[in-house]
């Protein structure tokens, strides 16, 4: 092996390479088996993204929070919630993150600082303002991070919410996933500036755009500005130019896009085949090493889904519980 | 030690005391404390009508102003909540509940339910509400049956400075989202008030007056109106039984069915518009679980289906009236089949 030329350890770079590959399969997993019927509701799927979620939550713990949008498998799997429990919850299972009743769009697991997926855009701009006000009071160095992507950007609860951040110095790193598409309308059309990082200017917050697709890039910037807001430095703005291999949902049929768009990014930006072409290639990690990351990933997500379909629904009885109910 | 203090200052005492008790209570809104950044006095509002005044000399920068971003704010409440901090955040006038209805209904109010049980949301949303003020259409409006239709929300407005006070306290305890709701034209009106903390639990309702011919059913300032009405019938020898809800989710069903299988007459008294509101709610619940104590049709007094007009000689005829009730009261002793929609115009 040789020398590492990478600013992450080969065991950060494996564990990286893990969280992405089990997020890929999760996602395609998930998008055979909704073709199939197997899943009720709606499934927004994370697949192509991987190394925005990856690299950005290498930086965080268990103290602090994330805020995560209705496209949220990919960012809950980075932040250590339970695969089993995930699919269980996406099947409607009683074994589910939120025991059945949540569903794709809102699994949470506060306990790993995931505060939700969120199926009303912008929504968790907002959310994380407090979550990072709460990290203030208690001054436990807590930060929080909330993404949106491009379409959310255009919220009057996110840019309210950048506002709120600056003039409350919040330890907040607002992520703009910019997939290109605000569901399927594009983002060159949609928002009306040329950069995000304008937008972070405007509100007095340093602004950062990476290339979404490759790891190193959004760690090393994540890292800075994840720190400056641990240490007191106020929000951050990071935007993440990324690509999604599948429709704004399952069962788009996506004629919003070119003729061959998506198989071109397959072949050029897909984010997990760079990250492995480049560890190979510089001798750090051997290709086998990462064959038997994938062949355990793919035990897991099977197991996953075997767990998931076999778990009891929910009881009738929970219809009526965790909530107050008058009649 | 108990004294005459106003509902404005009774609201003040709760935050006081909470805050003072529980280091994970912090206060939040427009001009709470007034001033922040400006060159003039520190604490230069408390509040645009100063219930929170003095409080941010005790409890320093557990008071947050904050910018006018009803949506951020009251979302940052409502994460702050789900973070382990117990935030009151006022919201001023309960009509810009429009602005960041969905931080309430669809963020807040869903956590604990749609996280499986697993989260819990104490925020309390505080603010004004009602009619009365001349303040206009979009400062005026009881929206409480808005509240009250969403589940995991639970919604109070108290009618006086005792329960403001043991129901305030109840709401920054408890561990639900509240939507906590002061009429205006109440901040005045002053009763004996223990100096000390105390609670007073949701869903217990209030006979105010006893009675037997008629159960009156009221929240707010109408339960003023109510009374009002009580004894003006007295004088006619009808005696009515006025109920003061308190808190409208949860509601105290048991209070209201015992009465009128007792009184067998019902009129319901609810400053919001007619339809979908508390009065609705009430009679058909009653009509449903006690239709055979009923020797007459329920009567619902409430405001009309119209915006809160601003002159006051039209702002006057809004709000329920005690004639409007004593006359709601009058036609369920001499039923005349007519049809009566009961509005207090």
Same mark, same amino acid.
């Given at each position: 092996?040789?020398?590492?030329?990478?600013?992450?350890?080969?065991?950060?770079?494996?564990?990286?390479?893990?969280?992405?590959?089990?997020?890929? %399969?999760?996602?395609?997993?998930?998008?055979?088996?909704?073709?199939?019927?197997?899943?009720?509701?709606?499934?927004?799927?994370?697949?192509?993204?991987?190394?925005?979620?990856? @690299?950005?939550?290498?930086?965080?713990?268990?103290?602090?929070?994330?805020?995560?949008?209705?496209?949220?498998? !990919?960012?809950?799997?980075?932040? @250590?919630?339970?695969?089993?429990?995930?699919?269980?919850?996406?099947?409607?299972?009683?074994?589910?993150?939120?025991? @059945?009743?949540?569903?794709?769009?809102?699994?949470?697991?506060?306990?790993?600082?995931?505060?939700?997926?969120?199926?009303?855009?912008?929504?968790?701009?907002?959310?994380?303002?407090?979550?990072?006000?709460?990290?203030?009071?208690?001054?436990?160095? !807590?930060?929080?991070?909330?993404?949106?992507?491009?379409?959310?950007?255009?919220? !009057?609860?996110?840019?309210?919410?950048?506002?709120?951040?600056?003039?409350?110095?919040?330890?907040?790193?607002?992520?703009?996933?910019?997939?290109?598409?605000?569901?399927?309308?594009?983002?060159?059309?949609?928002?009306?500036?040329?950069?995000?990082?304008?937008?972070?200017?405007?509100? @007095?917050?340093?602004?950062?755009?990476?290339?979404?697709? %490759?790891?190193?890039?959004?760690?090393?910037?994540? !890292?800075?500005?994840?720190?400056?807001?641990?240490?007191?430095?106020?929000?951050?703005?990071?935007?993440?130019?990324?690509?999604?291999?599948?429709?704004?949902?399952?069962?788009?049929?996506?004629?919003?896009?070119?003729?061959?768009?998506?198989?071109?990014?397959?072949?050029?930006?897909?984010?997990?085949?760079?990250?492995?072409?480049?560890?190979?290639?510089?001798?750090?990690?051997?290709?086998?090493?990462?064959?038997?990351?994938?062949?355990?990933?793919?035990?897991?997500?099977?197991?996953?889904?075997?767990?998931?379909?076999?778990?009891?629904?929910?009881?009738?009885?929970?219809?009526?519980?965790?909530?107050?109910?008058?009649? | 030690?108990?004294?005459?203090?106003?509902?404005?200052?009774?609201?003040?005492?709760?935050?006081?005391?909470?805050?003072?008790?529980?280091?994970?209570?912090?206060?939040?809104?427009?001009?709470?404390?007034? *001033?922040?950044?400006?060159?003039?006095?520190?604490?230069?509002? *408390?509040?645009?009508?100063?219930?929170?005044?003095?409080?941010?000399?005790?409890?320093?920068?557990?008071?947050?102003?904050?910018?006018?971003?009803?949506?951020?704010?009251?979302?940052?409440?409502? *994460?702050?909540?789900?973070?382990?901090?117990?935030?009151?955040?006022?919201?001023?006038?309960?009509?810009?509940?429009?602005?960041?209805?969905?931080?309430?209904?669809?963020?807040?109010?869903?956590?604990?339910?749609?996280?499986?049980?697993?989260?819990?949301?104490?925020?309390?949303?505080?603010?004004?509400?009602?009619?009365?003020?001349?303040?206009?259409?979009?400062?005026?409006?009881?929206?409480?049956?808005?509240?009250?239709?969403?589940?995991?929300?639970?919604?109070?407005?108290?009618?006086?400075?005792?329960?403001?006070?043991?129901?305030? #306290?109840?709401?920054?305890?408890?561990?639900?989202?509240?939507?906590?709701?002061?009429?205006?034209?109440?901040?005045?009106?002053?009763?004996?008030?223990?100096?000390?903390?105390?609670?007073?639990?949701?869903?217990?309702?209030?006979?105010?007056?006893?009675?037997?011919?008629?159960?009156?059913?009221?929240?707010?300032?109408?339960?003023?109106?109510?009374?009002?009405?009580?004894?003006?019938?007295?004088?006619?020898?009808?005696?009515?039984?006025? #109920?003061?809800?308190?808190?409208?989710?949860?509601?105290?069903?048991?209070?209201?069915?015992?009465?009128?299988?007792?009184?067998?007459?019902?009129?319901?008294?609810?400053?919001?518009?007619?339809?979908?509101?508390?009065?609705?709610?009430?009679?058909?619940?009653?009509?449903?679980?006690?239709?055979?104590?009923?020797?007459? *049709?329920?009567?619902?007094?409430?405001?009309?289906?119209?915006?809160?007009?601003?002159?006051?000689?039209?702002?006057?005829?809004?709000?329920?009236?005690?004639?409007?009730?004593?006359?709601?009261?009058?036609?369920?002793?001499?039923?005349?089949?007519?049809?009566?929609?009961?509005?207090?115009?």
């Amino acid at each position: 092996m040789s020398e590492n030329p990478f600013p992450l350890s080969k065991d950060d770079l494996l564990k990286a390479y893990r969280t992405m590959r089990t997020i890929r %399969d999760f996602e395609e997993r998930l998008h055979i088996d909704f073709a199939k019927g197997d899943i009720p509701g709606f499934v927004h799927l994370y697949a192509g993204e991987e190394a925005c979620a990856t @690299g950005i939550m290498m930086h965080l713990n268990d103290n602090d929070r994330i805020a995560s949008t209705h496209r949220g498998h !990919g960012h809950c799997i980075a932040k @250590g919630v339970d695969v089993h429990a995930m699919m269980a919850e996406i099947y409607g299972r009683s074994t589910g993150a939120c025991r @059945g009743k949540g569903g794709s769009m809102h699994i949470a697991d506060l306990s790993k600082g995931m505060m939700g997926a969120n199926g009303i855009l912008g929504a968790g701009a907002p959310l994380i303002c407090g979550a990072a006000l709460a990290a203030k009071v208690r001054g436990d160095r !807590g930060v929080g991070i909330t993404f949106v992507g491009d379409g959310a950007s255009n919220q !009057g609860t996110f840019l309210e919410s950048l506002n709120l951040a600056a003039v409350w110095n919040l330890p907040v790193v607002f992520v703009v996933e910019n997939n290109g598409y605000a569901e399927s309308t594009a983002m060159e059309w949609a928002v009306s500036c040329d950069s995000y990082v304008d937008r972070a200017t405007g509100f @007095g917050m340093p602004g950062v755009t990476v290339d979404g697709t %490759d790891l190193f890039a959004v760690h090393e910037a994540a !890292g800075e500005i994840i720190r400056r807001a641990r240490d007191g430095g106020g929000p951050a703005l990071l935007e993440c130019n990324m690509v999604r291999f599948y429709g704004h949902f399952e069962g788009d049929a996506q004629t919003y896009r070119a003729k061959g768009e998506v198989e071109a990014l397959r072949a050029s930006r897909d984010c997990l085949v760079m990250l492995a072409e480049r560890v190979v290639e510089a001798g750090v990690v051997a290709r086998d090493e990462l064959h038997r990351i994938d062949r355990e990933v793919a035990d897991l997500i099977e197991d996953a889904v075997r767990a998931a379909k076999a778990a009891p629904l929910p009881a009738p009885s929970e219809l009526l519980t965790d909530v107050y109910v008058s009649y | 030690m108990s004294r005459k203090i106003s509902m404005k200052t009774a609201i003040n005492e709760a935050l006081d005391l909470e805050m003072r008790r529980d280091p994970t209570v912090i206060v939040m809104g427009e001009d709470i404390v007034g *001033g922040t950044g400006a060159n003039g006095e520190d604490d230069a509002w *408390g509040g645009v009508l100063g219930v929170t005044k003095g409080l941010y000399a005790k409890h320093g920068d557990r008071l947050m102003d904050t910018p006018l971003s009803e949506s951020a704010y009251i979302g940052a409440a409502v *994460g702050a909540a789900a973070c382990g901090l117990r935030p009151v955040a006022e919201l001023m006038f309960m009509d810009f509940m429009g602005v960041c209805f969905d931080q309430i209904f669809n963020q807040a109010a869903k956590f604990r339910y749609m996280f499986g049980g697993k989260a819990q949301t104490p925020v309390v949303i505080r603010g004004m509400v009602g009619a009365g003020f001349r303040a206009a259409a979009q400062h005026s409006q009881m929206l409480t049956p808005l509240f009250t239709h969403i589940p995991g929300l639970k919604v109070v407005c108290p009618s006086n400075a005792y329960d403001a006070k043991g129901l305030l #306290i109840q709401s920054i305890r408890d561990n639900d989202p509240v939507i906590f709701c002061e009429h205006k034209n109440l901040y005045g009106l002053e009763c004996d008030v223990p100096a000390e903390s105390y609670a007073i639990p949701f869903g217990e309702a209030n006979i105010l007056r006893d009675g037997d011919d008629v159960t009156i059913v009221s929240y707010g300032l109408t339960v003023h109106r109510a009374l009002e009405a009580a004894t003006a019938l007295a004088k006619d020898r009808i005696e009515a039984e006025v #109920i003061d809800l308190r808190t409208l989710s949860p509601i105290d069903w048991d209070t209201i069915i015992e009465s009128v299988e007792r009184t067998g007459r019902l009129v319901v008294v609810d400053e919001a518009h007619p339809r979908c509101n508390l009065a609705t709610d009430i009679a058909a619940f009653v009509g449903q679980n006690a239709f055979g104590a009923l020797k007459a *049709g329920a009567q619902m007094v409430t405001g009309p289906h119209t915006p809160v007009p601003f002159s006051p000689s039209l702002e006057d005829l809004y709000v329920p009236s005690a004639e409007a009730i004593a006359a709601a009261v009058r036609r369920t002793l001499s039923p005349t089949g007519s049809r009566s929609h009961g509005i207090a115009a």
